[in-house]
């Protein structure tokens, strides 16, 4: 059979592993196990939906061998094995292989091997303690077996192979002894019985070695002798099945790496039995951090589905809704039908209770994590904030009330984040909106003109700094019986009466000056006006009802809607206690031909300021210039 090599990406991987500096190599065996594992868990399946796949549940199991003369370990199962073109696809080719993301994370895995995880390469790992492995393989499928080996970088082979069980066999030939690595190790017997109870004790199937016991000696009580006896090594009782308080937070940390491909701990465990006409557990995870994929179309969201402790289906996607699709884990029923299949889960009674009921736990750990972890849910937030707020402006909002007190802003009270609940909490008496900024970063938003009059007026100002964040107020209008208000649109008003009238008095003496100015910038404006919003800054540039400055941006760079030209109607305000403003005033008098230039720079400015493109950015300069020439 001819050696085939493995796929640009996996090969790359592959070096990763061979050379691997990771210190924690032992996770190897966790790996392994765990695929041994849900191998078996499909043989099950297989064996109690196809009555001619018929399996005794004792030969369900995985076996240990160590050789310490050949320096082999053999992990071998009885589960569904896998049939050639398996092999090739699993064990050839790095399942995301394609993706750029990828590769461009693994150009920085090198000093970062925390990456690895992710991909879902949990076999490859065996690479960092074996300079040889060899998979022999019958699948329960199929009458023919196969073995696959690899010596690592150079490519593996195929071949077919006599194998009599159904499962599969995997060999290590472990590398040799260095004085830093002490590979040896993982062929006694104390230091696999250890790793198996550390990462795998929960694993449902024994996971069984021949172990060396020392009996009294029938012929002579004085002395010992040595037998061999096959030993289970694991407890054997799933994790979520344990009672709560028994288990610590390492066991948990390493159930989930071990079952959810990442090598960082879970930010948060949910785990709980639910008892009544609708009986499960549930043990469910939140990541510490937005998996790589998370928001492109590859990510599979879903929980792992058991019924009495039997695998059905994994990324069961119907059990999640999709604002919390960042929660992995899985969930044991005692009341599901094992033929359930995924076409039919969605329409399924018994699975939709399950959901809803899965959902409202979810809503109440992360409401609770708000009020009891503030840090950690800040921190939560940042990971898969996003993931909620597009929760709320989906379906028309139909889920926003579920949602909208659990988003965050950074706002201008403190720079810090806020809760809508807490930002009316401590509103101010006089203040009957939820004022917003929008910008992309918090020091622009500041630096906006209006910023400094709303800051004396007191008010406190939530920077939307996603562009998604206008979506989400858009869509819930308002919280709490209280509107949102962009400080950047036409309708804010922020003066006394008394302000008003005087304001109103500034306007009329002014009115020619101001037609002037909208004249001269033609369609450009809607109308030239006199600002109640600014404090130190001459002019701003303001929308009026509809599109906003944002949308108007956001629009701008959607390859969706680039080139449709869509626009807010724009007002430019004047600020009437700026001396920007008698001057003006005293060149409509004195110069009216020259109005037209102040009015052009002066929308230029106020545009920039926002953020916003000016049309002819060579003009505007030569304007400048010439302005400052006199
Ligand atoms: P993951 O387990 O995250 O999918 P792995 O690289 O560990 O990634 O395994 C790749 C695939 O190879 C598995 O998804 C499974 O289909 C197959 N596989 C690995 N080990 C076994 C095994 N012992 N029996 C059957 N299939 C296996």
């Given amino acids: 059979m001819a050696k085939k090599q493995f796929k640009a990406e996996s090969k790359r991987l592959l070096e990763l592993m061979i050379n691997s500096i990771y210190t924690n190599k032992e996770i190897f065996l966790r790996e392994l196990i765990s695929n041994a594992s849900d191998a078996l868990d499909k043989r099950h399946y297989l064996s109690l939906t196809d009555p001619s796949r018929k399996v005794s549940s004792k030969d369900l199991k995985i076996t240990l061998e160590a050789d310490k003369e050949n320096r082999t370990l053999v992990i071998q199962d009885t589960g569904i094995g896998m049939t050639a073109e398996e092999l090739e696809k699993n064990l050839g080719t790095i399942a995301k292989s394609g993706s750029a993301e990828f590769r461009a994370q693994l150009e920085k895995a090198e000093k970062n091997i925390d990456i690895i995880g992710q991909f879902g390469v949990g076999f490859y790992s065996a690479f960092m303690v074996a300079k040889r492995i060899l998979v022999e393989t019958r699948s329960a499928q199929s009458d023919q077996a196969y073995s696959w080996s690899s010596s690592g970088e150079d490519g593996y082979i195929i071949s077919p192979i006599e194998k009599e069980q159904i499962g599969t066999r995997i060999t290590l030939t472990l590398k040799e002894d260095t004085d830093d690595e002490k590979y040896s190790e993982y062929l006694e017997e104390y230091k696999i019985r250890d790793l198996v109870r550390k990462y795998s004790d929960y694993v449902r199937y024994p996971i069984m070695m021949e172990v060396t016991r020392s009996i009294p000696d029938p012929t002579d009580d004085k002395k010992t002798i040595d037998t061999k006896e096959m030993e289970t090594l694991n407890s054997m009782i799933p994790l979520w099945k344990k009672q709560k308080s028994k288990i610590k937070d390492e066991e948990y940390n390493e159930f989930y790496k071990s079952k959810f491909n990442d090598w960082e701990d879970p930010q948060k465990v949910i785990h709980y039995n639910v008892e009544g006409t609708l009986s499960y557990t549930a043990l469910m995870f939140i990541p510490s951090r937005t998996p790589y994929n998370f928001y492109y179309q590859d990510f599979e969201p879903g929980l792992r589905l058991y019924s009495r402790g039997v695998f059905i289906l994994d990324k069961a996607k119907d059990l999640l809704p999709d604002y919390f699709r960042f929660v992995t884990g899985l969930v044991d029923s005692e009341d599901l039908n094992l ?212 949308m108007e941006k956001y629009m701008a760079n959607d390859p969706m809607n680039k080139g449709t030209g869509v626009r807010a109607v724009k007002i430019l305000e004047i600020n009437p206690s700026h001396p920007i403003f008698a001057k003006l005033q005293e060149i409509y008098q004195n110069d009216p031909e020259k109005l037209a230039d102040y009015a052009d720079v002066l929308l230029n400015q106020a545009l920039l300021i926002q953020g916003l493109p000016i049309e002819n950015p060579v003009e505007y300069a030569r304007k400048i210039t010439d302005l400052m020439i006199g």
């Fill in 339 to 550: 033929n359930i299949s995924r076409e039919i889960l969605q329409q399924d009674r018994q699975v939709r209770a399950l959901a809803r009921s899965i959902e409202k736990k979810i809503q109440n750990a992360l409401e609770d994590m708000l009020k009891n972890d503030r840090e950690g849910y800040e921190k939560f937030f940042e990971n898969f904030g996003l993931n909620l707020k597009f929760g709320i402006y989906k379906d028309y909002g139909i889920n926003k009330d579920k949602l909208q007190d659990l988003i965050l802003f950074r706002s201008s009270a403190e720079n810090k984040y806020v809760t809508l609940k807490e930002y009316i909490e401590r509103m101010k008496e006089d203040q009957d909106k939820i004022y917003y900024a929008c910008g992309t970063s918090v020091e622009e938003i500041e630096q906006l003109p209006v910023m400094s009059r709303i800051k004396d007026k007191g008010y406190e100002v939530l920077y939307f700094l996603d562009e998604r964040d206008e979506f989400v107020s858009g869509i819930m209008r308002d919280y709490d019986g209280k509107e949102f208000q962009s400080v950047s649109s036409a309708g804010l008003d922020l003066d006394s009466e008394e302000e008003k009238k005087e304001k109103e008095e500034k306007a009329q003496e002014s009115k020619g000056m101001l037609e002037a100015m909208k004249d001269a910038l033609g369609s450009r404006v809607k109308e030239v006006r006199v600002s109640s919003r600014l404090k130190d800054d001459p002019v701003c540039v303001v929308a009026d009802e509809g599109i906003s400055l944002e």
